[in-house]
């Protein structure tokens, strides 16, 4: 089953389903979606986006620290948003900062999928002592929050390796660490549907006429889970969002020098007190539309996906 | 009884798993003798640690040595205090405890009631709007909540104190801030920022519990019994959603556990969530391995906790379990 | 005789995304005191919908669209949901098709009993047990003190039904609309719950409306008929006429669909074709597609009922006109 054949049954379901129509038809999801594409757009647009590059330490001005929201600088700059405490623009590293937080959420959660689908796949196909040792493995981290263990992952490669080392693969790591901690859910919808699938005649039939078992069960399961996956994998998007950003902002996820939205109010969380609002709030607001539009967003396609909730 | 030991010994395992990995932290991630005695000890003096720590051995013996230990509450010496680890966690435990505890019942008070009365008023704008709300109480990160809080009511209008516990009272071993007036005033900004997404989430929950339950047969029949709507929605609805709401709030209690790590950073309370936090950040693995522990056991009792409720309530969990024991 | 129950020109409309549709359209008939009606059509007929609509237990999508309901000479299409309520479980009952989820899993069967009295009867609880075993064994289940105490999912699908029974009797009502009571349990068990029904309704004169699809159940246990197809009536009458000479071709053909031992068959007859779905109407008679002797007139006029002997037939073939015309 290639890329282009999913990509095509899924926009089949868009556009002859009513999925499109009652997309149409909730103004609440329109506006979410609309929301989130503006922002992936604006992350994947911020160099040209930016008035000022948020790593270039020749843009930092100390002169111009901790500036209010429209604010002129010493060289006669414009901060529309104010300036954090090393005298960036906030509107820049915030532009950044949600590229940021976009691709390690995107990153995450695909990696997740993937996982999840593979060893939910192979549990479900094997049987036996994988598959106990596979599903053991899930509930036990189910009854582990999920951050808990990004957490655990995160500060195990800490102890582990050197500062520098880290910090240069801080985001696979935080990649990884949140991907292995929401892995479980996919894995069991598909092991589920594995184990109701492979008892069908289609399998036997496939079976029989010389095709691999293996193989029948990929073309056939994957095109029936795409629409859970695509429901769990939305709303943990938000989820994985929230972590990397949670995780930024306890100061164990991406380093400094790579900001993103959490590690930006982290910055701006030391000057709470000072009453400089703008620099831990801001890049919070820009976090909480963007976890809004995802989580909106979800919400309703599980409720299209549902037609036993649709009433 | 074959059922509550059954569900005793998933608690087990976990437990055994979570003891599993925080001793393979122990023993392979960084070198507990490198750690312990520092970069001045000679060759000599590290053979003798690494014999006197048992290191030596074969490493199941050593995992039989680690959990025997940890039985009896001695997780070794935190790397940054040179404190024993079980003493840390003990004197951060009621602070934390107290914190979890309080959010929760802010979160099951409110999220509770809200949800069946979301559910049994569909249509209402009201019903709607709070729905609305919870959304954003589910997408708002807990440590903005925070922010926001401190920013609003400490920073702004002064009203309530943004860190710390205020004054405790000690009680045997147990410290509470629960008797004192700034250690009550203290509490109220971090168990709301703590209750905020639980209550979301059990709001939510209980709604679609109910919604499912009013959905059912049996309410259909009850209403064609010309049953009182009271009874029909508290003695047949309600009574069946709390079977899977309480599950849900009791597996929560291990969230809120974790999520407090966030709002002891926000407020610096200082509980286990601190000590977790800076253990991660100096790569004090002892302390860590304790708190996965101490999180398993957690995890363990609300599981029977659950258990054991359900056993009360629901019959027909009894009777299997009745009809294997008897088997 | 007055009716007991008189629907007139029934119409029950579902809201669908962008139009009304007809679930049920001009249905008329009465049923009189301590009379059985069975009511029979394919899945999808509106039986079900005619029942629900009668008990005043329509939801949202589907309400009434237009007729009347009046029940011992009072209307009850228009009352409030307070005064419906005191109706329903009292003076109307009902049964369900499937037993295995009529009943509250998390109560005790004497208390379902108990409730349900209480709610509409002027006793004491203690009394209320009392008739509920009696009831329980009047519904033949053994044992039937011990099974007060029992929850439901301790019996079988059969004493299930028969408490749903006991439900349904327990104020002594005098209509019940039994919804496919034996459908969803096994054939052996149908009979006997189909006697039991028959027996406490004689006993007791109450009038049932039975909604069934199996015409084996029609022919035992009833005293009329009404035949349904695609939201209509296409045939209303005694039952051994029905059975025996049918005026309608649909009846025919589901008198014809009955496997006897007394007609030798070599295969059983079926009727070609579907019943049209309520979002895919058909012009003038809805049965015409399949009907062996259909004819110009009956794909553009809708027929009205034509009285034949105590029958009332919807189909141009019992046309009076036509009739004396080929008589």
């Known amino acids: 089953m290639s890329v282009s054949s999913v990509i095509r049954r899924v926009a089949g379901a868009w556009l002859d389903g009513d999925l499109l129509y009652r997309f149409r038809r909730s103004p609440v999801a329109v506006a979410a979606a609309a929301l989130g594409a503006l922002l992936v757009l604006a992350a994947l647009g911020a160099d040209l986006l930016a008035p000022y590059d948020a790593f270039d330490p020749a843009s930092a001005n100390a002169a111009d620290a901790r500036l209010p929201p429209g604010s002129q600088g010493l060289f006669g700059e414009t901060y529309a948003l104010g300036t954090d405490p090393q005298g960036r623009d906030m509107l820049s590293a915030m532009l950044y900062g949600l590229r940021t937080s976009l691709v390690v959420g995107v990153a995450s959660v695909g990696l997740a999928a993937v996982m999840g689908v593979l060893l939910g796949l192979v549990a479900g196909y094997c049987g036996g002592l994988i598959d106990a040792i596979i599903m053991r493995t899930a509930d036990v981290q189910l009854g582990f929050p999920a951050i808990l263990i990004a957490l655990l992952i995160d500060g195990v490669t800490r102890a582990v390796l050197p500062r520098e080392v880290h910090e240069r693969f801080a985001m696979p790591v935080l990649i990884v660490a949140i991907a292995a901690s929401y892995w479980v859910q996919y894995a069991r919808t598909v092991r589920g549907l594995v184990l109701v699938e492979r008892r069908r005649d289609y399998v036997l039939a496939a079976r029989v006429t010389g095709v691999s078992t293996p193989r029948t069960l990929f073309a056939h399961i994957l095109p029936n889970v795409l629409g859970p996956i695509l429901v769990i994998a939305t709303i943990n998007l938000a989820l994985a969002i929230l972590t990397e950003s949670t995780l930024s902002f306890l100061g164990v996820g991406l380093p400094a020098t790579q900001p993103s939205l959490g590690s930006l109010v982290r910055i701006g969380n030391e000057f709470v007190f000072s009453g400089d609002w703008w620099i831990s709030t801001l890049p919070g607001l820009l976090l909480v539309l963007l976890s809004l539009s995802v989580n909106i967003f979800g919400d309703w396609l599980r409720d299209a996906l549902n037609p036993k909730l649709a009433q | 009884m074959i059922f509550v030991l059954g569900r005793l010994g998933q608690a087990f395992l976990v437990l055994l798993a979570a003891a599993l990995v925080s001793f393979c ?18 060759l000599a003096e590290r ?14 013996l050593q995992f039989v040595r680690f959990v025997g230990k ?25 602070a934390t405890l107290e914190l979890s505890v309080v959010s929760m019942l802010i979160a099951t008070g409110l999220g509770l009631p809200l949800g069946v009365w979301t559910a049994l008023h569909r249509g209402s704008r009201l019903a709607q709007a709070v729905l609305a709300v919870s959304l954003v109480g589910i997408a708002l990160p807990t440590f903005l909540i925070g922010i926001v809080l401190i920013l609003v009511f400490s920073v702004r209008l002064g009203w309530l104190p943004s860190f710390g516990r205020g004054d405790t009272i000690q009680l ?57 709507r009271g009874a029909i929605q508290y003695r047949h609805g309600l009574r069946n959603t709390l079977v899977p709401v309480v599950t849900i709030v009791g597996l929560q209690f ?18 286990l969530g601190l000590l977790v936090i800076q253990a991660i950040q100096f790569g004090d693995i002892p302390v860590l391995a304790a708190y996965l522990v101490l999180v398993a056991l957690c995890f363990a009792v609300i599981n029977i906790a659950v258990d054991l409720f359900h056993l009360a309530i629901d019959p027909r969990i009894r009777i299997s379990g009745g009809a294997r024991g008897a088997a | 005789m007055s009716a007991l129950l008189s629907v007139e020109n029934l119409r029950v409309e579902i809201a669908a995304r962008d139009r009304r549709l007809t679930a049920i359209d ?34 949202p999508p589907a309400a009434l669209a237009g007729g009347r309901i009046a029940f011992a000479g009072r209307r009850i299409d228009t009352l409030d949901e307070e005064s419906m309520r005191r109706l329903r479980g009292k003076e109307i009952a009902a049964v369900f098709q499937d037993p295995l989820t009529s009943l509250d899993p998390l109560m005790t069967v004497g208390e379902q009993l108990v409730e349900t009295m209480l709610t509409h009867l002027p006793i004491k609880r203690k009394e209320a047990f009392a008739r509920a075993e009696d009831l329980l064994r009047m519904v033949g289940l053994p044992a039937p003190r011990e099974r007060l105490q029992a929850y439901p999912h301790a019996l079988s699908g059969g004493m299930r039904q028969r408490v749903v029974l006991a439900l349904a009797f327990c104020c002594n009502p005098r209509l019940i609309i039994a919804d496919e009571p034996t459908t969803a349990l096994d054939v052996s068990v149908q009979a006997q719950i189909l006697d039991v029904l028959r027996r ?29 197809y695609a939201g209509r009536l296409a045939e209303i009458g005694p039952t051994r006429a029905l059975v025996e000479e049918a005026s309608h071709p649909y009846t025919r053909g589901l008198m014809a669909s009955i496997p006897s ?13 579907a019943m049209p779905r309520p979002d895919a109407p058909v012009s003038g008679c809805a049965f015409h597609p399949r009907c062996p002797s259909a004819e110009a007139r009956c794909r553009s006029e809708r027929p009205p009922a034509f009285a034949v002997e105590a029958s009332q037939v919807a189909c141009w073939l019992a046309d009076p006109a036509r009739r004396s015309v080929s008589a």
């Open chain 2, 70 to 94: 940890a039985v009896h509450g001695d997780f070794g010496m935190s790397y940054r205090f040179g404190q024993p680890v079980a003493g840390l966690v003990l004197e951060r435990l009621p």
């Open chain 3, 200 to 228: 406490m309704c004689r006993e007791n004169g109450t009038a049932v409306m039975l909604v069934t699809h199996d015409m084996g159940v029609i022919a035992e246990a009833t005293d009329r008929v009404a035949v349904m």
């Open chain 2, 254 to 271: 291990g969230n809120v556990f974790a999520f407090s790590i966030i709002v002891e950073t926000v407020f610096q309370w200082p509980g």
């Open chain 3, 261 to 273: 031992l007394t007609r030798r068959r070599d295969t059983l007859v079926q009727i070609p074709g």
């Open chain 2, 25 to 42: 932290l122990f023993r392979f991630v960084g070198d507990p003798v490198n750690n312990m005695t520092g970069q001045a000890a000679s």
């Open chain 3, 26 to 59: 001009d249905i008329s008939f009465t049923i009189g005191a301590g009379e059985i009606l069975g009511v029979v059509g394919e899945s999808g007929a509106g039986k079900s919908v005619t029942g629900t609509a009668i008990l005043g237990l329509l939801e």
């Open chain 2, 47 to 60: 053979e003798a640690m690494r014999a006197a720590l048992g290191l030596a051995d074969p490493v199941v």
């Open chain 2, 172 to 228: 045997g071993p147990w410290s509470t801030g629960l008797l004192t007036g700034s250690g009550l005033r203290s509490l109220v900004l971090p168990s709301v920022t703590l209750a905020v997404f639980q209550l979301a989430l059990i709001l939510r929950l209980t709604r679609a519990e109910m919604l499912e339950v009013m959905r059912t047969d049996f309410i259909r029949f009850a209403r064609a019994r010309g049953l009182h």
